[in-house]
């Protein structure tokens, strides 16, 4: 009964926010840099516009790589007006923006539907309107609206419905606010996957939504999350993308092998691809896993498809993503301590008889294969073409 009537509203808040969906278009999943993973609140004015510029100079902005997002600890104090503004770390907005546009990449920006931002900055409760209007005013093309301090008014309402309600209703607040900016500004809400949001995410205008809590730098976690996105593939499409939380490739917590699995995982759950890293001071190793061709090609296949599991056996794990034109992409995990011999049959991912191979982080034709064979090794991941 308590399960029919929530989908009853999630049904109604559906028909009801398609009319006007907000955000920007995210055909494909948004692919850029947060600060959040690797500066946290040691993020300034100047660091974000030392990221933009090693984001085209590292050639990840030709590879693909557009936001520069700036997370929490930016906000200042609201005017007599109630107009928020910046703090002292970054003096001027707008001509940030127009330095970041300046290098052909696009600004994020970060607030939260309550009073107060997880790091207890100034949110945006009974602002929604105003704070839409300046972001759009500084040239602001991106929105991470984090939950933070409206969490605990949920949990005070008194029951599931009651606690998805005032949630829902928080984001079509801003969704509305930033619509009627008339900016394109791509919507991603934050909210730890309280509540089953792929269910509902799009209908509130989200363009993207975290399916999980906070990622961090470690194998166990970053699995963790990834491995937890079986079954969400059907939620997830062109303008509206399930988000197992940004990336931390290079931020040293992980070795390359594993930063590998991580990479190759995000690409197949067609995850937004968010550095989470220091781009500066990036080594070749992690350029290169970042920007790895093929490897991106398989994040933003024009299909839309998020991929899912296709077998488990233990520490073991099979994922395929549909691609365009008939393809699959598909990754042969070893979460194990050790070695292990991982079997791919053609079959396995929909192909009757021999299919074109590709190793993807080798760049090599393997040829027209009934089965693949591969030794992957501990923690680590065969990622394949196959067609
Ligand atoms: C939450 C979010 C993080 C980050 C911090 C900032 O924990 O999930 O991604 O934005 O808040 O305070």
Not at 103 to 122: D, M, N, Q, V, W
Request: hydrophobic content about 40%.
């Amino acid at each position: 009964m308590k399960t029919n009537r929530l989908w009853a509203v999630a049904i109604a808040v559906t028909l009801a926010g398609s009319a006007h969906a907000a955000g920007g278009a995210a055909m494909t999943p948004p692919m850029g840099w947060n600060s959040w993973n690797h500066f946290e609140a040691k993020i300034d004015d100047a660091t974000v516009r030392a990221q933009a510029d090693a984001m085209v100079k590292s050639g990840l902005a030709a590879a693909g790589y557009r936001y520069i997002n700036i997370d929490d600890t930016w906000e200042g104090e609201r005017d007599a007006e109630g107009v928020i503004h910046p703090n002292k770390k970054f003096p001027d907005m707008k001509a940030l923006a127009d330095y970041v546009h300046s290098k052909g990449l696009k600004l994020g920006i970060y607030s939260s539907p309550g009073a107060k931002t997880c790091a207890g900055f100034e949110g945006s409760l009974g602002h929604e309107v105003q704070d839409a209007k300046t972001y759009a005013e500084w040239g602001v093309d991106y929105l991470k609206y984090d939950l933070c301090s409206l969490g605990p008014k949920m949990q005070a309402a008194g029951g599931l419905e009651k606690a998805q309600a005032i949630e829902v209703e928080a984001y079509i607040k801003m969704r509305d606010a930033l619509t009627a900016t008339g900016r394109p500004i791509v919507y991603s809400l934050c909210q730890y996957g309280f509540y089953q949001p792929w269910r509902w995410g799009p209908s509130v205008g989200g363009n993207l939504w975290r399916t999980t809590g906070d990622i961090t730098d470690k194998f166990g976690r970053m699995i963790q999350i990834g491995f937890s996105q079986a079954g969400l593939s059907k939620y997830a499409g062109p303008g509206h993308w399930n988000d197992p939380d940004m990336l931390e490739v290079g931020n040293g917590g992980m070795s390359a092998i594993e930063y590998r699995t991580h990479m190759s995982l995000w690409a197949l759950l067609a995850a937004p691809l968010l550095a989470g890293n220091d781009l500066t001071t990036m080594t070749p190793e992690t350029a290169a896993i970042l920007g790895n061709k093929g490897v991106i090609a398989i994040d933003q296949d024009p299909l839309g498809k998020q991929g899912d599991r296709v077998r488990q056996e233990g520490p073991l794990e099979i994922w395929a993503k549909p691609l365009k034109g008939g393809a699959k992409a598909v990754g042969l995990f070893n979460l194990s301590d050790l070695p292990a011999n991982v079997e791919l049959k053609a079959s396995d991912v929909g192909f009757k008889g021999a299919a074109a191979m590709r190793d993807v982080w080798a760049d090599k034709d393997l040829g027209k294969l009934k089965a693949f064979h591969a030794v992957v090794p501990a923690h680590g991941v065969v990622l394949l073409r196959v067609d």
